[in-house]
């Protein structure tokens, strides 16, 4: 790469360097991840794929700081996320994290506004600066007029465009989405992934996806494989 | 830190389980509220027997009145001192009483009960402003007549205006009944003075009780009258004499209801751990989301605490506003110190409702703290994956 390509090239937002993860199953070490080391850009959109068991979810759940690697290191926003503590990484994921799950994990007991305000119960903002900050993230995946609605009360694709609107509402340096269509119905789904294209086009969301779907990871910029916890491929 | 309104909320959507478990701590809050009430009321009921200008004198290590002697010449020694108030008549505000229990049958049944026979002097009522002539008149000098307390009227026989009761070899007609303002004379009879130590054959008095003509005079004469040797006698504040009696019953009536309701609230604990685990294994993936955003651990223990001491306040508020009705009740038993039947209400006070509340939070809190120590150290990676 020469000096004038690598000036161009947007710098790494995640670095994985040597990031090795195995569980234990019935007294035996399963290994799931081996030896990983990318970079994920900033502003980029992101597709893990890869069978059952390859490790794309471990792989997330790492980057996301949710699990633990057994090696190496992972750079988030030059960050070196393996060496926080458990509260650290608490506080770390409020401000640096979205979260997008495949069965949304909202809050029935609260409603379409509480739990996006969720995430900024963790910062300082003023009561009025919060709503303001849900106010707009709903109304940016269009469910403004649904603020009051509880989960119960609403559709999979409205209650994921809720949970989309939790993840961005921090304004988190990644969006991390484990298959975010994989409850879906078609039209929901190719609702979802329209808004999260349009987050990372317009927004420069650096959005991290795992799917099975081919349809979901033809949205996103790149596309990566991994299988039996290796990466296969060169980033497509 | 996790919005109350979710530790709530989370309640009210299982209602029915809220309702059971909260109910079944109501219950050990009624029993326990309803002892503490019953010792208050015991104490209340003796406690405004006394007024606290009034002193009463009685013979040196006497327990009580109804143990007690205090010959004549020692109530006219006690008679003259300069303590004792004047009444509006000019005569010492002092009266001396005799005290003797007598066995009478309860009405509608033939189990006898003790009761309190007082022998009063003319000044015994003004002595008692709480005690009011509702029915009657009161007994004439050198009668064989008495006035019946209102709760001896209403539960024994022979006790109502009219009526008659044999006791000293004679008969008695009750010429009046009087309220004793619920306190523990409602429980006794008074007659002549003169009248029932004859009839008794009683030789002595049984008590002298006088008005304080300075309230705060009291320790000058009980130190003169207590160092005279012709004077056996104890002089107390009638506040204290009463509530010396009430202690012992008070104090077996709240270590009954302590140990009562701890073996009662270890049950419903174990309803309240048995909820708040239920609570626990059917949000794992919202308590697993809440991690995953950033909320420490401390946070989601505080959110299921907080889920626990509302369930336990709730039950703590039923028990309380069950319990309330208890004071409609009146019940009468035994008091041990002076061997006579007592008439006493349930008695609710402000001390009472913070201590039941506080009992009510603490069961919450020791069946919800472990299901919340569980919840706060679940694995995020685990709680997504089983939700």
């Known amino acids: ?36 080391s990318f970079d994920i850009a900033e502003g980029e959109f992101l597709a893990l794929m890869g069978p059952s068991g390859s490790g794309k979810s471990t792989l997330l759940n790492l980057i996301a700081g949710i699990d633990s690697v057994d090696n190496g290191a992972i750079m988030v926003g030059g960050v070196d996320i393996t060496t926080l503590s458990e509260s650290e990484l608490a506080a770390w994921r409020g401000l640096n994290v979205g979260f997008i799950f495949q069965f949304y994990n909202l809050i029935p ?9 969720l995430p900024l119960l963790l910062t300082r903002l ?69 808004l999260m294209d349009r987050l990372n086009r ?35 | 830190m996790i919005p109350v309104s979710y530790s709530f909320r989370n309640l009210w959507t299982r209602r029915f389980t ?20 019953l010792a208050e009321g015991l104490k209340k009921t003796l406690i405004d027997t006394g007024s606290p200008d009034n002193v009463i004198v009685i013979r040196g ?22 303590e004792v108030a004047m009444g509006s008549d000019g005569s010492p505000l002092l009266a001396k009483e005799l005290v003797v229990l007598y066995s009478l049958n309860k009405r509608g049944s033939d189990k006898p009960a003790n009761v309190v026979i007082r022998g009063i002097g003319h000044q015994s009522l003004a002595l008692r402003p709480q005690v009011r002539l509702v029915q009657g008149r009161m007994p004439k000098p050198g009668a064989t007549e008495i006035v019946a307390g209102s709760s001896i009227a209403r539960r024994f026989q022979g006790g109502g205006i009219g009526e008659t009761l044999r006791f000293g070899m004679r008969n008695w007609t009750v010429v009046g009944i009087f309220d004793g303002g619920a306190t523990g004379f409602d429980s006794e009879i ?45 002089a107390r504040r009638e506040t204290k004499y009463y509530s010396d009696q009430s202690q012992a019953m008070a104090t077996f009536l709240r270590i ?36 995953a955003i950033g909320f420490q651990r401390r946070s989601i223990l505080a959110a299921f605490l907080l889920e626990a001491l509302f369930l336990g306040l709730i039950g703590g508020g039923a028990g309380l506003f069950l319990a309330s009705f208890m004071q409609l009740v009146t019940i009468s038993t035994m008091n041990w110190q002076t061997f006579s039947e007592l008439a006493f209400s349930f008695t609710l006070t402000p001390e009472i409702c913070i201590k039941s509340l506080i009992f009510s939070v603490v069961m919450g809190f020791v069946g919800g703290v472990i299901p919340a120590i569980r919840a706060a150290r679940m694995n995020i990676v685990t709680a997504l994956r089983e939700s």
């Not at chain 1, 317009?202 to 790149?222: Q, W, Y």
């Not at chain 2, 020692?74 to 008679?79: C, H, K, M, P, Y």
């Not at chain 2, 309701?261 to 049950?267: A, E, K, M, Y």
Request: hydrophobic fraction near 45%.
């Open chain 1, 202 to 236: 317009e927004s420069g969301k650096t959005i991290i996806m795992v799917t099975h779907d081919p349809r979901a990871a033809e949205k996103a910029r790149t596309i990566r494989h991994l299988e039996k916890g290796f990466l296969n491929d060169v980033p497509s």
């Open chain 2, 256 to 291: 009954l209801g302590v140990a009562l309701t701890t073996i009662f609230s270890l049950g419903a604990m174990i309803g309240a751990m048995i909820t708040m685990y239920a609570a626990v294994a059917n949000r794992v993936g919202e308590i697993g989301a809440l991690r």
């Open chain 1, 109 to 117: 007991v609260l409603t379409a506004f509480e739990n996006v305000e």
């Open chain 2, 190 to 234: 008074w007659g002549d003075v003169d009248q029932l130590m004859q009839a008794f054959r009683r030789p002595v008095y049984s008590s002298v009780i006088f008005r304080l003509a300075d309230s705060s005079a009291l320790d000058r004469f009980k130190e003169r009258i207590e160092s005279d040797p012709r004077l056996n006698l104890d």
């Open chain 1, 1 to 36: 790469m020469t000096d004038a390509e690598a000036l161009s090239t947007p710098s790494p937002i995640v670095r994985l360097r040597n990031v090795s993860k195995s569980y234990r199953r019935g007294g035996q070490i399963v290994p799931v991840l081996e030896e990983i």
């Open chain 1, 126 to 194: 003023s009561r009025k600066e919060r709503r303001e900050h849900v106010a707009l993230a709903l109304r940016i995946v269009g469910l403004d007029d649904r603020m009051d609605h509880r989960p119960g009360q609403l559709s999979g694709g409205q209650q994921q465009r809720v949970a989309i609107a939790r993840a961005v509402v921090s304004d988190p340096t990644i969006l991390v989405a484990d298959e975010p269509t994989g409850d879906l119905d078609r039209k929901a789904a190719e609702e979802i992934l329209h």
């Open chain 2, 61 to 82: 290590s006497a327990g009580s009145e109804v143990q007690s002697g205090v010959e004549r010449a020692q109530a006219g020694i006690v008679e003259s001192q300069p």
């Open chain 2, 18 to 37: 809220t309702c059971m478990t909260a109910g079944g701590m109501a219950l050990v809050v009624f029993v326990f509220a309803s002892v503490l009430m």
